[in-house]
């Protein structure tokens, strides 16, 4: 067994900017992960020492032992009697079902996110990664109808560049949809973005400067933490609890760091589907008002309620000269890979959002802005939304039941009120990197609850979205993954004796 | 006339963040100037001692002297005998076509572009202000079509979301669209953007940290210097010849400041037209090989030659290992407000920008790759195009026509080999601030050349793009412009001399 005497793909897979990247240590153990999995480094093999690494890749020895002492907490290296690290394989694999063919296309170098995305996708698999609805369970045929009778006669304003706000007709419209959810905006209040992604990194580019702080959740949503990251936010972290953001911690950090903005999202919180109550919402807007700080609201799909009653928006229950920017997408429920969005802000500074915006992408699609006001134009879509809700109830009941009976007592995990997404906290001795390939070979994915924290992940937790998976396999799924977990929890030892 | 004792609605025009923006004073004018077009501040109102506004606005008292004397130059403001200062309006008007009724709706105090983009749309008013194809001159019909064929029937996989790279059907495609224009490409090389603006932004996120140095040309596309400050970026100019840029100046700024990255638009440059030479592509290229900076090349409209040789694009001249990224929208030539484009970048940078192009948005809307990949995939859209060149050619042909014979002689410009505009230098007496609202209540309307210069504007540019035109009107809308400058011309004294 020889050592490996290149630079293991790294220099490439840490190359371009590292701002709103995961830690260098995280990197090259993902990069290893990679390399190791698709068998381009074989169990066995000896790894480079560590100051010869280090040197070749210019960085510190401090920052490859890391590096190495994660890729053992993972199961992926053992550290050698008389020295040298060992390449190994998870081995306490139950059984595998989709041990191939795993994906052809290659990724880029070291890139987890997209080898999880292709490994979602492997036949035989059962995934639960995507948090967003399945085509046809959500309202995307209509939608398609609607594009397709406006295409159908030659119209040119379908196709021009418009204003940053939005096309006048979706504006126009926007204020009725939001009606029904209690919120009063007038088209001069609201900017039509490509998504609630961009809403969200619109928000963030034109009010917070790099080094401000801003308040997140914690855990939060992966790509508001990136959007935070881009900016050079120093992002604080309020913990969740089983009603919402602690409260007491975010007036602490009000009082000492003064952030620029607290960032929430109040209704079945993704990753771990926590709804904030209305005395929390209503306390926190309090708190909005006398420190005056901004708050940003990321409201992505209140119409998948399974059960409880229904809580007002934090912008539904403010008023027109509160500072809250309220983010609304149409991918989440109604039309998966539309790529619109709203976001409703104090009217003061619509004008400095408008310049982000165009800054971004000047406008979002014309044809896509005009076939959206269409088909918000009938109303019949509030009966078809209200039935996929009750079939995404059906689903998570069906998940929840088989998860109930067969996940190990230790895992902690509770039963959202709506959303397509459930939140676990895997069994003391275990950690989501040493599962996740198991798992995936045994047929079953999920997405690691790593990207969910600004900082110090709690490397238990997992979140499953039910969105894609079709029914009939919901509670295979289940099973899957739970025997994974109690079958790594059997065999396995606290990560810290490793290496 | 009582002296004004509000704010003058300037702290709403001034809130907000302001990265990204113009210097204070110019913003304060811009304010004011909007405030007089619209009859708030009548003439003859003497405007609040600078002393007291200062106070009131916080900031010093020698920003609100200099854009006091901004609105004197711009002819809106006259130093009062005595003391003071009084608001007049440019007064040498020649004849008003269009004197209403001007926009109603509602616009953000003190938003310049906003109020530019109304004056545009104006009945009655012949615009010059859109740098891009109209409708019914664009390839939008066929594009429209056959989005009509793809929506006819129900697809699930139109609407889903897909990994930020793209669709793969577009990824596909893209490689032998870009053969056409010489450059060698394939799908892990590239991104798929919601437009060319998106991918200047992307690039620029990706590589430049706030602080670092970024040279463009000066005057450079405003969309993209917008990107560059709102990075934080420090931007060095430098000039443009009539074959590109001074490459002197440049390697003398490499040499000095070790910019990130040199942002060129070598193909009928916007503003200016100009079209950077074979040689000097050759000379630009050897010394980012040399140099090691990067490279961003912005080609717009490479197909809206009208005369001279075609010359091959930078990219199309380098080899996978230089540091070009080459940014192609699809809205300037083919169908205007579709969002979308291709960026190329150097492989081992693609997984970073794939991370910045998922914060900004996730991915571009899946039906409209869809669609683009179908549209390309018939090669006659390029007969089509040639077409589409042709009609533009001679529409360039009569405006140039009827500029020559109007203008007056003093007036500094030239006739491009492609592309949708024309750059003028009015006469030395002359201020675009000046004529800007005079030629609008004259009927007709251009982009004033401020926006693109990053520091120090030449107050007497001015770009007139006449994609948007009706053929019938372009040498009406010459020749009203040219009796506005030479009207002013005659009567005006020089800026330096007022307030």
Redesign the interface.
Same mark, same amino acid.
């Given at each position: 067994m020889d050592p490996v005497t290149d630079d293991l793909g790294l220099l490439?897979?840490l190359?371009?900017?590292d701002?709103?990247?995961h830690p260098l240590p995280v990197r090259i153990r993902d990069a290893l992960v990679v390399r190791i999995q698709r068998g381009e480094l074989r169990a066995g093999t000896r790894l480079p020492p560590i100051r010869a690494l280090a040197t070749q890749l210019a960085i510190s020895p401090m920052t490859i032992a890391k590096a190495y002492k994660l890729l053992g907490a993972a199961g992926y290296a053992e550290a050698r009697t008389g020295g040298g690290t060992i390449v190994r394989l998870p081995s306490r694999e139950p059984r595998h079902i989709a041990d191939g063919p795993f994906p052809a296309r290659?990724s880029?170098?070291?890139?987890l996110s997209?080898l999880l995305?292709e490994l979602a996708r492997s036949p035989g698999v059962i995934g639960f990664t995507?948090n967003?609805p399945a085509?046809?369970l959500?309202d995307?045929?209509a939608?398609?109808?609607t594009?397709?009778r406006l295409?159908?006669r030659?119209?040119?304003?379908?196709?021009?560049?418009?204003?940053p706000a939005g096309r006048e007709e979706l504006l126009a419209r926007l204020p009725g949809f939001l009606a029904r959810h209690g919120i009063a905006a007038a088209p001069?209040d609201m900017l039509v973005t490509? =998504?609630a992604?961009?809403a969200l990194?619109i928000v963030v580019? *034109?009010?917070v400067?790099?080094g401000e702080a801003v308040v997140a959740e914690r855990p939060a949503y992966h790509?508001l933490i990136?959007?935070l990251r881009?900016a050079?936010a120093r992002i604080l972290e309020v913990p969740l609890l089983e009603d919402g953001p602690d409260l007491g911690v975010l007036e602490d950090l009000l009082r000492r760091e003064q952030p620029r903005l607290v960032c929430v999202n109040p209704t079945f919180q993704n990753p771990t589907g926590i709804t904030m109550s209305r005395e929390k919402r209503e306390a926190l807007l309090a708190i909005i008002r006398r420190t005056g700080v901004s708050l940003l609201e990321d409201d992505h799909s209140p119409e998948m309620r399974f059960s409880g009653e229904p809580v007002p928006s934090i912008r539904a229950l403010s008023g027109p000269s509160d500072p809250v920017f309220y983010v609304r997408g149409f991918?989440k429920v109604y039309?998966? =890979?539309?790529?619109?969005g709203v976001l409703l802000a104090p009217a *003061?500074?619509?004008?400095?959002?408008?310049?982000?915006k165009?800054?971004?992408?000047?406008?979002?699609?014309?044809?896509?802005q005009g076939a959206l006001a269409e088909y918000l134009a009938d109303p019949a879509y509030l009966d078809r939304i209200a039935a996929i809700a009750r079939a995404y109830a059906e689903r998570q009941k069906r998940l929840t039941d088989a998860l109930s009976r067969a996940l190990p007592p230790e895992t902690e995990w509770r039963i959202p009120e709506g959303g397509l997404s459930l939140w676990l906290r895997l069994p003391p001795t275990l950690d989501v990197t040493g599962i996740y390939y198991p798992a995936a070979r045994c047929g079953v994915t999920f997405a690691p609850g790593e990207p969910f924290y600004a900082a110090n992940p709690d490397p238990r937790t997992l979140r499953l979205s039910f969105g894609l998976t079709p029914p009939e396999l919901l509670a295979e799924g289940a099973d899957r993954l739970a025997a994974v977990i109690r079958s790594m929890a059997q065999s396995s030892v606290p990560a810290s004796v490793m290496v």
């Open positions: 490439a897979a190359g371009g900017g701002a709103g990247r290659p880029a170098p070291g890139n997209q995305f995507g967003y085509p046809e959500s995307a045929e939608f398609r109808a594009l397709a295409t159908a030659p119209c040119e304003s379908w196709f021009r560049y418009d204003p001069a490509s =998504g992604q961009q990194d580019r *034109a009010l400067r790099p790509g990136n959007v881009a050079g991918g039309v998966p =890979g539309i790529r619109l *003061a500074t619509v004008p400095r959002l408008l310049e982000v165009a800054t971004t992408d000047l406008q979002s699609p014309a044809i896509m």
